[in-house]
């Protein structure tokens, strides 16, 4: 998908690919007539620019490739599983500025940025509370499950995120209600959870919660609401299309919800990689970076950890 | 339906009923604890004022007694169905200042209201086009279709009357398509209509379409759209409640519209009720008078001639 | 309002009024020209049935009053503020079937009893997660909130009861995160709270979520929404009327939301009366009983100590 | 924009493009790394399918040419402004099977063509009336308006071919309401109109309505609906997103509808090129063709007609 989205960029061009699966990257090169790379090396050295949405544990040696090499990067979330490697990899940016963005797409989405914007320009006033309403279609496979992270650090860090963005300041406690509700054999084999409840406290007491489910049959189910003292914000969710039907007994009957993601965030794609563009060519700061993935991923183990313990849990206990 | 909601105004008290119907007015007279008139005149001369709601030919009969003596009127729509002895009865109105109101109960629906607010005071700067959905859940009884007056004296007057009222002008001219579509058979043997679109032009050359239709399964179908330089604005239908469903294979799935006249328009008749008593009570012109009652007529008597000649007809051909 | 009610429903009639504001009693008195009792104790006597909506101090004296004379009796929420004091006034329960009803009107919206029903009839197969949506338009007078018992027994006391009706099951323990945003300096004399997100678990892992705020300027906000493994329903706002304007900038343009619960609730507090009398006249169970309100007050006192402790409480814990 | 669209589509390829205008021809041609064609004859010579998109002036000659070189062809509406013309070079067509399409996109836009499957498949049982609003979101310029053919040619056309579509038979006969009110001096002089309501019926009674405006501030509004004896169906616009703000007094506050033909009809110019490369490479028919785009200029000159004489235009006075 990247690929693509690359390559069908206006500001964009698809200069190479390289995969691990040498059947994947055949398709991709020869789909797109370009350069099929030897390796992760050759990639890097050979592109102006990376786009890295490899498997999550390779993210962080991908990384350090590109600093070495000195190449602007954009990389999928999580940055890795574990908060330790993250933060002895943070160590090593301090004297770099080379562009890393992370691929937190959803702040790109139109609907979601103008909630947003409509926060940071005072339409909506102060803010009291957040509502993120976020609902995959259905289960995964059970192999992508197991080797997922959980839900929390798979799933759920994508909201984190966009609470931080939507709060406009850090969270300062988590409290999570977790179920195994889906498929609760599974998740107790994994020692996961498919269906929860985030709730979130600022320092300045604004609110947010999250709920999350792995399976909303109607489609993938993203929406954002923002409360302020001088109004309310709702991003909604798209449908395939909008016809409704008007029969005896039921009404308004519309199409699925747009599923999966990478319909309902086609355009935040295309928007992302502006961004991205932009940040190389102006050297403006990336719209969203490595410490947001950090911190995003520093939510997700504290989401855990209340789901484990039942208890609430201070964002400064995991630092 | 209609002395129910005079005893339930807070602004008014239903003094007694006449019925020739006498097992009807036993039981309202009953149910609310008020006098049962043994005749019309009687229940004109007992009351403050009166609400006429009886059939149609008895209609000039009974405001012809109001007149007489002395009461305020609030008379259903049509006037009759005969131009020829409203315009005879019009000439006895010259020296009155009895207030009569026509029940064009529409022009009180807050959201139709509230469309013709925002063409009156600019919100939608010039009118441009005006837009009348119309439809009836279903065919009434063919007992009530027979000396019902056609569609157009029955059905689309409340809708030439709206027309007018969204307009602001008088309409020139009118061309109808005119089909027998829901039952042909009993429209072939009354030589009337049950499908209709009713196009329009005003002098100034506005236009307004009205789509009607003696059958909607979905329910009872009451929208208008008004297209201004400035903008465009729409009243749309009701759902009996707000409950909708997403399931996985259609989503928004909604209750069916508020079905039928008594449920859409119940906020409607209310207010017309207010408007009456305030005419009653300040002198102030009802809110849509004789006059309107009989260019309705007249409106839907060159609609009937457009349909059955297949030709524009113009309103001065009519007078 | 009640007495207005209970004078328009076609099944009720209104025998008297008893207020000790002699003022106010007499004003509803001689707008209905019902008799004004001279006391509770007389009004009671001199009724076939009662309804209750004095302050809350007075509740339980006048429940007791009703069970002496063998009135069946509609009260408003919630019993009582001090949970000891319902429990003790419980135990004298035991042996009457007297109907007591309690004023939990949301359950009889036709929106949100639809939203229960396709739960109850497994229309969205199994319940995983219920989101409340539930802020006032603004904060009532400091006087109110003063002697309200605070937000979760005053204001959230009605979703926690709506709650327990969506899920169908007893809800297990609750934690709240609470704040004071909208009045912080009321709020803190009060030691009360103005805005809140409530989640809560049932014993089979079923999750909720209630969000809670006293302002919100665009009017009463009174949403719900349930998913399950079928799908999801929602029952929604309802605004002033259905006007919408689609101007140069901004299209969908509405009325605010109807404000306040008189307009929101109009037709449940008709169809409570209608629930009320079919348990009088045919002794079927209330729909929402004494032991309803207990739990009610039970979770609202769980709620108050999970937002000063900031913990999680076990509602087991209350009993 | 087509050119995007070729180079874009997963299953087409752009081999290159030939523009009288050489800058852009050179644009096109550097944009996109294809050849530059020295003339319209080479570049039909040296593509396997041609997508003609030049002044309608030039369609018949270029469509001549591809028949030549039996080159399949997508070709823009209007084949011509001449419908004799048009019938003379139909004389030519009988005896090939090069497919010739045109490009009605509105047929393909998702919500459209599924308002059509629901009337084919007997969703919303027999057809009685077909709803059809189309307004351009402001006047083009004044040079293109003079030689745009008049509106019910150059716009209304547009709308002509989805009623037929919509309808699933011919139709019989059309009036016209036209008007001069965005811009009377222009329309004046060119003696065009700039908004008309049409309104036809078919040789089985069936009705249908477009509502044309040259100017509708709040974006391009694009709206099917279809009424049958099982219910109706209905296909909206599209907002630029999906946010929405509830403020003190406004509420649903939306984004504008999507501006212009580019993106509310993206989809859509996607999907054409599928069926054409469908036709292309199993000979199925084109799913529209060459008669559509004759039948949709013969109903748009009816249309002039009926509105410079005022009166009902059958279409078999147009052959």
Known sequence: MHADNIAAHPRAKLSGVYDPDNAAADATASKHGVTKFASAESAITGADAVLIATPTATH???LALCLEAEKPVLCEKPIDLSLERVNAFRARLTDTDIPIMLGF??????GHAACQKARADGTIGA???????????G???DDYIKTSGGIFRDMTIHDLDLARFMLGEEIAEVFVVASRLVKPSLMQA???YDTAIITMKTASDKQCVITNSREAVYGYDQRVELLGTKGMVVSDNYHNHNMRAYLAHETNISAPLQNF???RYATAFNLEIDYFIDAIETGAPVPV???DGRLALLLADACLLSAKEGRVVKINEME
Chains 1, 2, 3, 4 share one sequence.
Not at 105 to 110: H, N, S
Not at 127 to 137: A, E, G, W, Y
């Open 60 to 62: 962080i040696d991908l």
């Open 105 to 110: 797409v959803r702040r790109f989405d139109p």
């Open 127 to 137: 803010l009291h509370q957040v509502t993120i309403t976020s609902r995959d279609p």
């Open 139 to 141: 289960l995964p496979s």
């Open 190 to 192: 994994c020692d996961d």
């Open 261 to 263: 993601f990478i319909e």
């Open 289 to 291: 970076g490595f410490e």
